[in-house]
């Protein structure tokens, strides 16, 4: 399965300011995602990111308060914009492998916001 | 779009019995299921996928069946053991973007000695 890393682990925020996760993988993919995890909640998708095009958000979430890049096929990173407590979460990205058509995750980002 | 709804919430087990946990969904078109086991603090893991073309898939100790007519799909693990114990949570998508998966509440799986 693909090796996925993400920076920082964790991270502990003033709010009103932005945070910028990155993720990368140790083979091109096609498809990244980004998901959120609230505490003691379960996943939820954020947006796609597709390499050269401008990534698909999910009903709730919009561009100003998560932008995404994907400059290449093994990298993308995902901002949290004017943080505030309700974005204190676990921040994840994952890829499809290609070879098995799987959903694997990132270790997460722990954002916490005060 | 996509609703999945996972029961029970929680589920506590002597370790040696069966633990099942249900999913529904309420897409028909999805034809993706995945099973992933977080343990606390950690990335979740795969455990077992099925697609909307076969009915059971098994895999050691742990097994998962669908039924497409009623819209739903379990997973079942057999003699449980302490390093069992997690949340798994069910999760559903739909046509070749596997990766946008609509997850279960979880489950909390608590497996005694």
């Known amino acids: 399965s693909a090796v996925i890393s993400q920076k920082p682990s964790r991270d502990i925020c003033q709010r009103g300011t932005s945070l910028t996760i990155q993720c990368q993988v140790d083979?091109?993919?096609?498809?990244m995602f980004w998901y959120r995890q609230q505490p003691g909640q379960s996943l939820t998708l954020i947006a796609t990111?597709?390499?050269?095009?401008?990534?698909?958000?999910e009903s709730g979430f919009v561009i100003d308060k998560f932008p995404i890049s994907r400059p290449n096929l093994t990298f993308s990173t995902l901002t949290v914009s004017n943080m505030s407590p309700e974005d204190s979460s676990i921040y994840l990205c994952?890829?499809?492998?290609?070879?098995?058509?799987?959903?694997?995750f990132g270790p997460g980002t722990r954002l916490t916001v005060l | 779009g996509e609703n999945v709804e996972q029961h029970p919430s929680t589920l506590s087990v002597q370790e040696g019995d069966s633990a099942v946990i249900k999913c529904t969904y309420s897409d028909s078109a999805s034809n993706y299921f995945p099973w992933y086991k977080q343990e606390l603090g950690k990335r979740p893991q795969l455990i077992i996928d099925?697609?909307?073309?076969?009915g059971e898939k098994k895999d050691q100790r742990i097994a998962v069946t669908l039924n497409k007519t009623a819209k739903h799909f379990s997973l079942h693990i057999t003699e449980t053991q302490p390093e069992d114990s997690a949340v798994y949570f069910c999760?559903?998508?739909?046509?070749?973007?596997?990766?946008?998966?609509?997850f279960g509440a979880g489950t909390q799986v608590v497996v005694t000695p």
């Open positions: 990111a597709n390499q050269g095009s401008e990534a698909t958000y």
């Open positions: 099925i697609r909307s073309n076969v």
């Open positions: 999760a559903a998508s739909r046509g070749r973007s596997w990766g946008k998966l609509q």
């Open positions: 083979s091109q993919v096609t498809m």
């Open positions: 994952s890829v499809e492998d290609p070879n098995t058509d799987t959903q694997y």
